[in-house]
């Protein structure tokens, strides 16, 4: 019987150097359970992706990723609806991933998640082509990744998103836009809004408390004000109170959302800047396979 192949995917830098520190642990505990293992380093974007995508080929039985959000976000992109098994330790800026199911950046209890290979089916969703997992927002916060995008020199920590938060609360001109919801346009006057699979956004951030990622359904959060002392006051509310209420908001749900804008408006998907409306969103059901904690 061949030996059983595990890819350990790395991102050097995330978690200030955590990823690297944490490798030969990891990969002494996975070969221990009987796994033939490989390492690939990520160096620059698009590797990861790259890794995953060879990974059907060259007969690996689960990816290990000692990663952030964008990295697992690679990996989804990469295996493309493939169900080869993603086990994550994380050890980025927000895990939101990990979050949403409590996992640690423990090592013994990542390797006891790849023994016990109890996996659940994830949604994912499609935007322009390309795949999302956690979430995806056009207006305010696609305009602090384009912000963190452009200053970005090696690793992210919180800082890297406090301060173009307050420097794009300062000068975004708010450019409004139209949503559209299963073929049905619900506004015409959007500043922000937010695509969400997961209940977690960032640090203590909920935007959609409901959210889930195994629902077949994505989670909208509409912004139609562009007063900055009342968003301030909606992102405390989902700090201290984990969710979000007021006149100026709505929250849907749906399974394929459109946005378009005759103004330049920006958008992220995962965290990371991704371009400019329009764009065009649908959830793909039970499309990434992850590894979980035991039973």
């Given amino acids: 019987m061949p030996q059983r192949l595990a890819r350990l995917i790395v991102n050097p830098i995330s978690g200030g150097g955590r990823g690297e520190a944490l490798l030969p642990p990891v990969r002494r505990a996975v070969e221990g359970l009987g796994y033939e293992t490989d390492v690939v380093m ?17 007969g690996v039985s689960v990816f290990v990723i000692l990663g ?107 450019p409004k836009f139209s949503v ?20 977690t956004y960032g640090g203590p951030i909920r935007l959609a408390p409901e959210a889930r990622a195994d629902d077949g359904a994505l989670d909208v959060l509409i912004m139609n004000t562009w007063r900055r002392v009342r968003i301030l006051g909606y992102l405390a509310q989902s700090c201290l109170l984990n969710r979000v209420h007021g006149e ?10 459109r946005m ?14 991704a371009g400019y409306l329009p764009l065009e969103i649908r959830v793909l059901p039970k499309s990434v396979c992850v590894v979980v904690d035991p039973a």
């Fill in 68 to 174: 952030g959000d964008g990295t697992i976000s690679e990996v989804v992109n990469g295996l493309n609806g493939h169900p080869t098994p993603i086990c994550v330790v994380p050890v980025g800026t927000a895990n939101c991933l990990t979050k949403e199911f409590g996992q640690s950046a423990d090592v013994e209890a990542a390797v006891r998640r790849i023994e016990s290979m109890r996996t659940r089916m994830l949604d994912s969703f499609e935007v322009n082509g390309e795949r999302g997992l956690l979430f995806a927002g056009a207006g305010l916060d696609g305009e602090v990744g384009r912000k963190v995008c452009e200053a970005r020199n090696g690793r992210l920590s919180v800082m890297s998103y406090v301060l173009p938060l307050f420097r794009t609360m300062l000068h975004y001109r708010f």
């Fill in 248 to 257: 100026n908001l709505l929250l849907l749900r749906g399974r394929e959302i």
């Fill in 42 to 58: 990520t160096g620059k974007k698009g590797d990861a992706r790259e890794a995953a995508r060879t990974g059907g080929g060259d």
């Fill in 260 to 273: 378009t804008s005759a103004h330049e408006v920006p958008y992220q998907v995962d965290g990371d800047f």
């Fill in 180 to 199: 559209e919801i299963d073929g049905e346009r619900v506004e015409e006057d959007a500043t922000f809004a937010e695509v969400s699979n997961v209940s």
